[in-house]
């Protein structure tokens, strides 16, 4: 799905964050008639500050927005993935590469934070690391599909990739923050990977 990212980006809230190697990876909060629980943008920007800079090249941005803030096109209708349809109601962030179109705009991420908040429940909204590990789920498996994309082309299912990817830098994030509470965080993490499989949250 593509989006006229001028009319979406101008007059928002731009949230550079410093990456080693590369250029800054800029976050757009675009809200409408939403406030988030939490501070999404600090969140998305530790969790960027984990990953390696070169998988990040090429990656123009990460807009954090709501249902309500979408175009029609974005909220309405079905898309493909792993070979079934789903709601574009039910998504909670898409990857858009490179525009083929004249003037091809650059890849961006697109998290909806309204969906990603309402799908956690209890501690895992109020424990920062869980909360951490939720977000980390959705924004790295978009990372994945640009890392796909641009760095390590697979001859696999895209979402398959993805998966994986978000799986590898989640532990890569948690072992530079939480080092020290390892013996915890790893039953934690199959525990929400259990309760993601079942549709629990």
Partial sequence: MEIDKRRWFNGFVSKP?????????????????????????AIVHQLLSSVP??????????????????????RIGKMWSRGR?????????????????????SPYIEL????????????????P??????????????????IHRTTRPEHS?????ADRWAGKLNVNFIRKKYWYAM????????VYKFMRRRDWI
């Fill in 17 to 41: 964050v410093a990456l080693p190697e590369t250029r800054e990876i800029r976050i757009n909060e675009t809200y409408r008639g939403y406030a988030p629980r939490v501070n999404a943008s």
């Fill in 53 to 74: 800079a070169k998988y990040l090249r090429g990656l123009d941005c990460i807009v954090l927005t709501n249902e309500t803030a979408l175009p029609r096109s974005g």
């Fill in 85 to 105: 349809k789903f709601k574009k109601s039910d998504v909670l962030g898409l990857y858009h590469g490179r525009s083929r179109s004249g003037g091809g705009s």
């Fill in 112 to 127: 909806r934070v309204d969906k990603i908040i309402a799908s956690l429940r209890g501690a895992f909204l109020w424990v």
């Fill in 129 to 146: 690391i869980l909360r951490e590990i939720a977000f980390g789920h959705v924004l790295f498996h978009e990372v994945g599909h640009h």
């Fill in 157 to 161: 299912e895209k979402e398959d990739v």
């Fill in 183 to 190: 013996w915890f965080i790893v039953p934690a993490m199959k």
